[in-house]
């Protein structure tokens, strides 16, 4: 990522400002994902900007952390650890040493608590959660204070000690830091800070018995780290306040003072984005894992051919906002296909073939002949190709009757062999259904390179590969995932919303003999039918397979016209 592709932005804005004024030295920034589910395009927004923000204070010591936010033992799991650092490097971003775990500082955050309490700024409720929810209020009526609020410092800290010693059970009593029940912004009606949970952690094991809430973690994760600016979505704006209380009131280490920004989440049409609709579809095999090339999931992204880069692009072009706002797909598959058309070879495969003989050719002809390897550029020259009596074409591109604009192959009609001769259909031959199963041309000699001779009107070039050297192939055609624009984001009814349609196999399909020996993870442009890419897991020369990223074209803005 260069510093001339990032726009500026009211975050960018921000953060210079504080480097001029010489508040930071540099911006530290960085991404904290829970370790509980795969990352997403929404997560690749949200690094774009913390790491993309880092790279371009690079010079003057900026780096981005990677924290694995995991200070909740019921709802984690290290499966997904590895794929979350994959993924970012998959992306371009380093984090370098700067890996860190939330929970490495329990200790820290427990010595914080504590501080609170004996400042008379957090008591120990022994309520239950019903209760204390009933004291909350609402937006118009103030809340209520806990019998326990004024309870002698002392106690709490009894009773604070008595939680983490595994005396009380689970929901038998909580810390909440004392600040307003009056507040308008309810997040500081005396909020929760600390509970009981007796699941084992993956880090601490039974070491500990109560764990911080996020929105005391979070401020003293960053405080720790000494983050200068921590970036994260909307929905934490009304946090904002509880942040800085946080940060003001606890024994943070000297010099640290992180701040809160919030900027607007990515949404996208036709996608669901919530790990936890992600994670039913895994679960229920509506799709065939995380990495589904469907999936919105960075490595399903990889998997379906979408280039790193193009990912990045697309992140960077939408911007970062206040607004809420929906990004239409077809931004993203555009950013694909741009990158795809620039830097992807030209390979010929026939999806659905039918059989084209060449009938003035002598048996066991074979001529090479030459086509561009991408004609975006011309410093790659071309690449050879052998043509044999008997080729494939695609079925659509013969018609026995065609309607009147067809450029393709019919009876009597001249086409272009895509590098090869002019050829004019002779024949074909179909079955008792009438279905074509073999079509007859005879070549124009001498049109390799130039036009046939005047009188006949060659209408377009058609994709072939030779029926002798042809190496059969699996093809997975995906589409959007989702059938409507944008589909219920609730789990009951998601379901309802998911395109039938969205992953067609094509068995029969036959690929230029180079292309089984291509590596895993290789794209390119399969002339006329579009952007494809070798699967990462399942190509074999033995068993070629490819996935298709996205067409030449936006089909969906055809349909909906
Ligand atoms: P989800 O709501 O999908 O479960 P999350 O916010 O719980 O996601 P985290 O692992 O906590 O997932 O997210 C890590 C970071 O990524 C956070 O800073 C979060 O704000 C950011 N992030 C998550 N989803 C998006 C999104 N759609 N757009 C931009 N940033 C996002
Ligand atoms: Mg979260």
């Known amino acids: 990522m260069t510093n001339e592709e990032t726009k500026k932005d009211f975050i960018r804005d921000w953060i210079a400002k504080d480097i001029a004024k010489g508040h930071y030295k540099a911006p530290i920034t960085r ?111 103030p809340g209520t204070n806990s019998p326990y609020r004024d309870r002698p410092i002392e106690e709490s800290l009894a009773q604070f000690e008595a939680m983490k010693a595994g005396k009380f059970p689970e929901g038998g009593a909580v810390l909440r830091a004392k600040i307003d029940m009056a507040s308008s912004n309810m997040n500081m009606r005396d909020p929760v800070i600390y509970r009981i949970c007796y699941d084992p952690h993956h880090n601490t094991g039974t070491t500990w018995c109560i764990y911080p809430m996020y929105d005391f973690a979070h401020p003293l994760e960053d405080a720790h780290e000494f983050i200068s600016h921590s970036l994260c979505t909307l929905e934490f704006e009304d946090h904002r306040p509880l942040y800085e209380w946080v940060i003001e ?33 895994v679960e229920e095999g509506l799709v065939s894992g995380w990495d589904d090339p469907r999936m919105p999931t960075i490595c399903g992204m990889r998997r379906r051919g979408y280039p790193a880069k193009a990912v990045v692009d697309f992140c960077v072009g939408v911007g970062i906002t206040k607004f809420p706002a929906i990004t239409d797909v077809a931004r993203l598959e555009n950013a694909v296909r741009s990158e795809l058309n620039t830097h992807a070879e030209r390979r010929m495969a026939v999806l659905n073939p039918l059989k084209l003989v060449l009938t003035n050719l002598p048996d066991g002809h074979e001529e090479e002949v030459e086509v561009a390897i991408n004609p975006e550029k011309e410093e790659l020259g071309n690449r050879k190709i052998t043509l044999t009596k008997e080729v494939w074409i695609e079925q659509d591109d013969f018609m026995v009757e065609p309607p009147k604009k067809y450029k393709r192959l019919s009876p009597g009609a001249c086409v272009r062999l895509r590098g090869g001769y002019c050829i004019v259909c002779t024949d074909y031959v179909a079955d008792a259904d009438g279905k074509v199963t073999e079509v007859h041309a005879e070549i124009l000699p001498g049109t390799i ?113």
């Open 249 to 281: 009131h606890c024994p943070i280490p000297a010099g640290s003072r992180p701040q809160q920004r919030e900027f607007s989440r990515l949404n996208i049409t036709y996608t669901v984005m919530s790990k936890r609709l992600l994670r039913s579809m």
């Open 31 to 141: 991404f904290p994902p829970e370790p509980n589910g795969y990352l997403h395009i929404g997560h690749a927004k949200a690094i774009c900007l913390d790491f993309g923000v880092a790279n371009e204070y690079a010079q003057q010591g900026a780096v981005c952390h990677l924290r694995f936010d995991d200070t909740n033992p019921c709802k984690e799991d290290v499966e997904f650890v590895n794929s979350i650092q994959e993924d970012i490097k998959w992306l371009g971003f380093d984090w370098g040493e700067h890996l860190y775990w939330a929970s490495d500082i329990f200790d820290f955050y427990y010595e914080c608590a504590v501080h609170l309490i004996k400042n008379g700024l957090a008591y120990v409720d022994e309520q239950d959660r019903e209760a204390i929810r009933q004291q909350r209020g609402d937006l118009i009526t």
């Open 449 to 561: 390179g130039t036009n046939p001779p005047e009188g006949i009107r060659c209408k377009g070039a058609i994709h072939w590969v030779s029926a002798k050297y042809g190496v059969k192939a699996e093809v997975r055609l995906y589409d959007r995932l989702f059938k409507n624009e944008t589909p219920a984001n609730d789990p009951e009814t998601f379901r309802d919303d998911i395109n039938p349609d969205s992953l067609t196999v094509l068995t029969n399909a036959v690929v230029e003999p180079a292309l089984a020996q291509a590596a895993p993870e290789f794209h390119c442009q399969f002339e006329r039918t579009g952007y494809f890419v070798t699967d990462r897991y399942d190509h074999s020369p033995e068993h070629p397979v490819f996935n298709r990223a996205v067409g030449l074209r936006d089909s969906w803005a055809k349909m909906n016209k």
